[in-house]
């Protein structure tokens, strides 16, 4: 039996850096204010500008995190996103990623990317590991954190690019 309710073990799950980084904010911000000059006030500033850090970047990875119990499995090892789903599933180079896009319109959400050699990879926004995608799309050049969570929350009639390759010509491998 547990204390919590599944629920809010969900909610405390889904803004745990934002909670820490309030937790470790309110404490510098004691230690810099609430005692007599000293390490402990200099200590206590350090503290506030990382506690300030990991709260906006939590608020960020929090609006984007959409929970688990989608359909399929998603594994990001060494900038490779692999979607094992019930019905189809593939596996992607991060560097051959050519477009995202957010599709509102597919049950559920669904994130679109299309890459070279292949069909597009539809992975769901709640199965089970899409958390990690966070991370791996703002890896991506010119793509950032906060355009992630704000299109991942938009309601929207049609799909939604969230980025897309600058470059869409062939590399070219190189000997050198």
């Known amino acids: ?5 599944p629920e809010a073990k969900a909610l405390l799950r ?4 934002a909670l820490v980084g309030a937790a470790l904010l309110l404490l510098g911000a004691y230690w810099s204010l609430g005692t007599t ?3 402990l006030s200099w200590i206590g500033l350090l503290v506030v500008l990382l506690g300030a850090a990991l709260f906006f970047a939590g608020l960020q990875r929090g609006r984007a995190r959409h929970g688990g119990g989608g359909p399929g499995v998603v594994q990001i090892i060494e900038r490779r996103i692999g979607y094992f789903g019930p019905l189809n599933g593939g596996i992607v180079d991060l560097d ?6 957010f ?3 597919e049950h559920p959400s669904s994130w679109v990317i299309t890459h070279e050699g292949g069909p597009a990879l539809h992975i769901p926004m709640n199965a089970e590991g899409a958390d ?3 991370d791996a799309f703002a890896s991506l050049p010119g793509l950032s954190p906060g355009r992630i969570a704000a299109v991942s ?4 009639d049609r799909p939604i690019v969230l980025w897309r390759r ?3 010509r062939k590399r070219i491998a190189r000997l050198h």
């Open 96 to 101: 051959t990623i050519t477009s995202i896009n």
């Open 103 to 105: 599709d509102p319109t």
């Open 166 to 168: 600058s470059d869409l």
């Open 132 to 134: 990690g995608l966070f």
């Open 1 to 5: 039996m547990s204390f919590f309710r």
């Open 14 to 17: 889904r803004w745990r850096e």
């Open 153 to 156: 929350q938009q309601d929207s």
């Open 37 to 39: 000059p000293g390490p």
